[in-house]
T-cell receptor, first 114, second 114 residues
Framework: DGGITQSPKYLFRKEGQNVTLSCEQN?????MYWYRQDPGQGLRLIYY???????QKGDIAEGYSVSREKKESFPLTVTSAQKNPTAFYLC?????????????FGSGTRLTVV | AQSVAQPEDQVNVAEGNPLTVKCTYS??????LFWYVQYPNRGLQFLLK??????LVKGSYGFEAEFNKSQTSFHLKKPSALVSDSALYFC????????????FGKGNQVVVIP
């Protein structure tokens, strides 16, 4: 079955540590997105990519980095510069133009700072 | 300016009663509108969309939504709520000022009381 796989489901980070969240899709979608979800704040866009080897900052990119070396993969690194990384992270993908077909979401990764 | 507003934080409804989750939008051009549902610790699942055509859109799990251009609204409805409908519901709209990506509302928690 086609879909988006996020791993791990739960992740714990120590202070000052970089961690990488994985997002893989086998839907042959061109565009991929990373969102951060905090209680009561909805979804906030971190980064998005509409084509391989290209990505754009979203609304809250500071302290995060991404790469898009393959169409299927869009990993997100939470760096030590992100001072409040505890949140639920969602990856999504879409055919371009995604505004007509909508997005497909992964199951999310819950990141906790310990 | 916010593209989509979900004015209520939480909607409580008794099982078997009609359920309505409100969404209003503010975008230029043709509004492409979506509803998604999120269960705890999961990704968002697509419910339905309005792109063009009939103002009443039918979607998954017995949900429907009515597009009202004069009121710039796209309220989600279900004639008879189930306990299993308890979840977080997100409205989304194409954002012409955001490179045509989807802009999400903050979400509405629906609680169906047995």
């Amino acid at each position: 079955d086609g879909g988006i796989t996020q791993s791990p489901k739960y992740l714990f980070r120590k202070e000052g540590q970089n961690v990488t969240l994985s997002c893989e899709q086998n839907l042959n979608h061109d565009a991929m997105y990373w969102y951060r979800q905090d209680p009561g704040q909805g979804l906030r866009l971190i980064y998005y990519s509409q084509i391989v080897n290209d990505f754009q900052k979203g609304d809250i990119a500071e302290g995060y980095s991404v790469s898009r070396e393959k169409k299927e993969s869009f990993p997100l690194t939470v760096t030590s510069a992100q001072k409040n990384p505890t949140a639920f992270y969602l990856c999504a993908s879409s055919i371009v133009p995604g505004e007509i077909y909508g997005y497909t979401f992964g199951s999310g990764t819950r990141l906790t700072v310990v | 300016a916010q593209s989509v507003a979900q004015p209520e934080d939480q909607v409580n409804v008794a099982e078997g009663n009609p359920l309505t989750v409100k969404c209003t939008y503010s975008v230029s051009g043709n509004p492409y509108l979506f509803w998604y549902v999120q269960y705890p610790n999961r990704g968002l699942q697509f419910l339905l969309k309005y792109i063009t055509g009939d103002n009443l859109v039918k979607g998954s799990y017995g949900f429907e939504a009515e597009f009202n251009k004069s009121q710039t609204s796209f309220h989600l409805k279900k004639p008879s709520a189930l306990v299993s409908d308890s979840a977080l519901y997100f409205c989304a709209v194409r954002d012409p000022l955001g490179n045509n990506r989807l802009a999400f509302g903050k979400g509405n928690q629906v609680v169906v009381i047995p």
